[in-house]
């Protein structure tokens, strides 16, 4: 299994852990890393900045089906070939939470419907990363790697920067 950095958000401390891994309960969030061609589409969000779409999972609904909702709402983007590739396990204190992640490619953009969601939306490639994202760090910068890399094989394609 791939080994991964510890992470560190303020008073958490997150660690990834690669599918087929799965959280031994249910995750409270869902992320997503949408691919179109060799860049990322990522969300302006209040109070975080440039970041995946990415939020709570309703009681109604899987981990994947929050992270199509929230595409949808924070950026607009109607995902294709949605995979599950890992979850984080984010600990502070006593309590401990699990999020998963998925990657996709983006099957088509539309009007972002909640405005209060998001305030736009941008394409940036892995490299463009560090200077914009919320909270980038060693942990961040691989399971972005991860998520691209995971999808290239699944497409059957090398990953051009391996």
């Known amino acids: 299994m791939k080994r991964f950095p510890t ?5 958490q401390t997150l660690q990834f852990f690669p599918a087929p891994f799965r959280a031994p309960i249910h995750s409270f969030a869902g992320l ?6 060799e860049s990322v589409l990522l969300a302006d969000i209040k109070g975080r900045g440039w970041c995946i779409p ?14 199509i909702r929230e595409a949808m709402e924070e950026a ?4 294709k070939d949605v995979q599950y590739i890992g979850c984080y396990h984010i600990s502070e204190r006593d309590e ?3 999020a998963d992640c998925y990657t996709s490619r983006i099957d088509q953009l539309v009007e972002i419907g909640i405005k209060e969601e998001s305030r736009g939306r941008r394409f940036v490639r892995i490299d463009e990363l560090p200077e914009i994202y919320y909270q980038w760090n060693a942990l961040t ?22």
């Open 54 to 67: 990415s939020g709570r999972v309703e009681a109604d609904e899987t981990s994947k089906e929050a992270v």
């Open 96 to 98: 401990v939470r699990w």
């Open 141 to 162: 910068k691989r399971v972005f790697e991860h998520s691209f890399d995971v999808l290239l094989r699944s497409e059957g394609k090398p990953n051009p920067d391996r």
């Open 7 to 11: 992470g560190i958000f303020g008073r």
């Open 76 to 79: 607009g983007a109607i995902l």
């Open 32 to 37: 997503v890393f949408p691919w179109q061609d």
